[in-house]
């Protein structure tokens, strides 16, 4: 019989070596999904630097990650924090120069910013489209010129957080579509320019992920309640993926997922599994596959939880 928490040891060992002291940059670190990442890496030994909007969310998110580091790891790190609002001209170029003066350098960015809507689409007004390209493709823009030469100069890791809705069009997800399709073009062309220059890319396209219910609610939606009643939407666009029937993805094992998929040089991480095959389907058989896909996105089945 296998011995699986031996493997599980195993790979953990191997992830504390080859992220220990690498110096990372994690946009939208403070929360979400963004600060299980930060987390993980200051479990692995690695020297973070977290960029959030609160300074008050800024402190908390530093305190977790050096408790966790305390708690793993022997070696000495440093879990440092930053306040901007990459919306703002210039504030990439200034985050990316403290980050260079404080660590030394740059290793690893991790861009997790983004925002989700509910919407219908021949019904927004456009600004709510601009809305949604300045808050999931901009800010990833600036920072990124900044970080690219010394994380390509480092032959470390670009990695961008975008979602399902890159990949796929749903109902009353056609806004935040837009900005995460946007999103994966721009870092499709990074790719191109980066890897020559020893930078490895990596974008994350997941479903729904769940929350920290100790901290939130699993019943609560409010923030789409706006967004349904404005554009007339079903009760079920409230629901993670506008109600589309898939598994809440663990967050701490997600995180994990991408650091390998870092350490492998994976070009792309798509989870859950089954909507890369999803993706691939439509791109080659696109009534089969869209037919598909309205299965999955119906509403008839519904999640109890939300990214």
Same mark, same amino acid.
């Given at each position: 019989?296998?011995?699986?928490?031996?493997?599980?040891?195993?790979?953990?060992?191997?992830?504390?070596?080859?992220?220990?002291?690498?110096?990372?940059?994690?946009?939208?670190?403070?929360?979400?999904?963004?600060?299980?990442?930060?987390?993980?890496?200051?479990?692995?030994?690695?020297?973070?630097? !977290?960029? @959030?909007?609160?300074?008050?969310?800024?402190?908390?998110? #530093? %305190?977790?990650?050096? =408790?966790?580091?305390? /708690?793993?790891?022997?070696?000495?790190?440093?879990?440092?924090?930053?306040?901007?609002?990459?919306?703002?001209?210039?504030?990439?170029?200034?985050?990316?120069?403290?980050?260079?003066?404080?660590?030394?350098?740059?290793?690893?960015?991790?861009?997790?910013?983004?925002?989700?809507?509910?919407?219908?689409?021949?019904?927004?007004?456009?600004?709510?489209?601009?809305?949604?390209?300045?808050?999931?493709?901009?800010?990833?823009?600036?920072?990124?010129?900044?970080?690219?030469?010394?994380?390509?100069?480092?032959?470390?890791?670009?990695?961008?957080?975008?979602?399902?809705?890159?990949?796929?069009?749903?109902?009353?997800?056609?806004?935040?579509?837009?900005?995460?399709?946007?999103?994966?073009?721009?870092?499709?062309?990074?790719?191109?320019?980066?890897?020559? !220059?020893? @930078?490895?890319?990596?974008?994350?396209?997941?479903?729904? #992920? %769940?929350?920290?219910? =100790?901290?939130?609610? /699993?019943?609560?939606?409010?923030?789409?309640?706006?967004?349904?009643?404005?554009?007339?939407?079903?009760?079920?666009?409230?629901?993670?993926?506008?109600?589309?029937?898939?598994?809440?993805?663990?967050?701490?094992?997600?995180?994990?997922?991408?650091?390998?998929?870092?350490?492998?040089?994976?070009?792309?991480?798509?989870?859950?599994?089954?909507?890369?095959?999803?993706?691939?389907?439509?791109?080659?058989?696109?009534?089969?596959?869209?037919?598909?896909?309205?299965?999955?996105?119906?509403?008839?089945?519904?999640?109890?939880?939300?990214?």
């Amino acid at each position: 019989m296998a011995d699986h928490s031996s493997d599980h040891s195993t790979r953990n060992d191997s992830a504390t070596a080859y992220w220990q002291r690498q110096r990372c940059l994690i946009a939208g670190g403070t929360n979400g999904f963004g600060l299980v990442l930060a987390k993980t890496l200051s479990r692995y030994g690695a020297t973070v630097m !977290l960029l @959030g909007r609160s300074a008050d969310g800024v402190r908390n998110a #530093i %305190a977790l990650c050096e =408790s966790v580091a305390r /708690t793993t790891t022997e070696s000495p790190q440093q879990i440092l924090g930053l306040t901007a609002d990459l919306n703002q001209t210039g504030e990439g170029e200034r985050v990316v120069a403290h980050c260079l003066q404080k660590l030394g350098g740059c290793d690893s960015f991790f861009f997790c910013i983004g925002q989700s809507s509910r919407s219908s689409i021949l019904k927004i007004a456009p600004k709510e489209i601009r809305s949604s390209i300045e808050a999931n493709l901009m800010t990833a823009v600036e920072i990124t010129q900044a970080v690219a030469d010394p994380v390509c100069r480092a032959h470390g890791h670009l990695v961008f957080i975008s979602s399902l809705a890159g990949k796929f069009v749903t109902p009353a997800m056609g806004n935040y579509a837009i900005g995460k399709s946007s999103l994966a073009a721009f870092v499709e062309a990074v790719r191109l320019e980066a890897k020559p !220059l020893g @930078g490895h890319v990596l974008l994350v396209s997941p479903g729904p #992920i %769940a929350r920290n219910t =100790s901290r939130e609610p /699993t019943s609560s939606f409010n923030r789409y309640d706006g967004d349904v009643v404005e554009c007339g939407l079903p009760e079920s666009a409230k629901q993670p993926g506008g109600g589309a029937s898939l598994r809440l993805l663990d967050a701490t094992r997600l995180a994990q997922e991408v650091l390998l998929a870092c350490e492998k040089q994976d070009p792309e991480l798509v989870r859950p599994k089954k909507a890369m095959l999803l993706a691939g389907l439509i791109e080659w058989f696109p009534s089969w596959g869209r037919r598909i896909l309205r299965q999955y996105t119906s509403g008839e089945n519904r999640s109890t939880d939300d990214k």
